[in-house]
């Protein structure tokens, strides 16, 4: 079913959550899927982002969400909470007793000289996540998030040819679709999406190009990340200010009545 969803020129339009009553708003706003973003769930459970979040307390946000809303959910496991690719599988398993049908897995490398991880490397991680979901008998949808644009690896000039190198490998090994961030201007997303043999999903926020003329582009899912989460912490931020400075309350104009999140959660 959440395979399906992904459609070119249909695309499949993502507001990721980090908790349950972010999850159940997504989903009464008309959503048909809901997305975790693991940097919004590690801040929220105080952890930077960044494979810094502990893989349990990762899962359990999951396992909640996941029990909350009743149409398929999609977990950001950044690079799989594990260093070798039998973690990423234990990840994995661990996603889909939690309840969720699909994966991001990043191959953007943190603990060493390069950005990003080796192709063989990355495309073994994928291939355990595979078979690991193969081994449950969970069509588990594996979204490959390729890091070329978003962490500027290589000559501007050469990151079109690796970030479609790379996404035909990581489908070989597995993969069901195509993650590039950090890229938006539509010649690029065009030539992403006639490149790669899959769906693709494109990270978007203020500024960028809206989703129908994505949409015509022929874009499969487009999701915001952290977008969502970094605006309420800065609701946060300008009403203490306001509070603190001025003793007054205009920020909080905008808020979702007390009765209305409780009625949320009582179903």
């Known amino acids: 079913m959440f395979q399906s969803l992904h459609r070119g020129g249909e695309p499949l339009v993502l507001a990721n ?3 349950v009553a972010g999850a159940l708003l997504v989903r009464e706003a008309g959503a048909r899927a809901v ?3 693991s940097a919004g769930v590690a801040w929220s459970l105080g952890a ?3 494979d810094r979040l502990n893989r349990d307390r990762a899962l359990d946000l999951v396992a909640r969400v996941a029990a909350a809303v009743d149409v398929p959910v999609t977990a950001d496991i950044e690079s799989g909470f594990a ?3 039998e973690g990423v599988a234990e990840t994995v398993r661990g996603v889909i007793e939690a309840g969720a049908v699909g994966v991001n897995i990043e191959d953007t490398f943190r603990g060493g000289v390069s950005p ?3 192709v063989e490397e990355q495309c073994e991680r994928i291939a355990a996540a595979r078979q690991a979901a193969d081994a449950a008998g969970i069509p588990l949808y594996v979204n490959a998030r390729v890091d070329v644009y978003l962490r500027a690896a290589g000559e501007r000039e050469d990151r079109l040819g690796a970030a479609l190198e790379r996404a ?3 489908l070989e ?3 069901s679709g195509v993650f590039v961030p950090g890229v938006v201007d539509p010649v690029t997303v065009s030539a992403l999406v006639k490149g790669v043999a899959a769906p ?3 990270l978007v926020g203020p500024g960028d190009p809206a989703v129908a003329e994505l949409a015509g582009l022929g874009v499969a899912r487009v999701s915001v990340g952290s977008a969502i989460a970094s605006a309420a912490y800065a609701v946060v931020r300008r009403a203490t200010r306001e509070l603190l400075d001025s003793g007054t309350y205009t920020a909080l104009e905008e808020g979702l009545g007390h009765g209305e999140l409780n009625a949320l959660l009582e179903g």
């Open 173 to 175: 090994a597995g993969a």
């Open 83 to 85: 260093s070798k690719p």
């Open 17 to 19: 959550a980090w908790d």
């Open 200 to 202: 693709l999903n494109i």
């Open 48 to 50: 930077p982002d960044g």
């Open 116 to 118: 990003l991880r080796p």
């Open 168 to 170: 035909a490998a990581y």
């Open 35 to 37: 997305a975790t973003t």
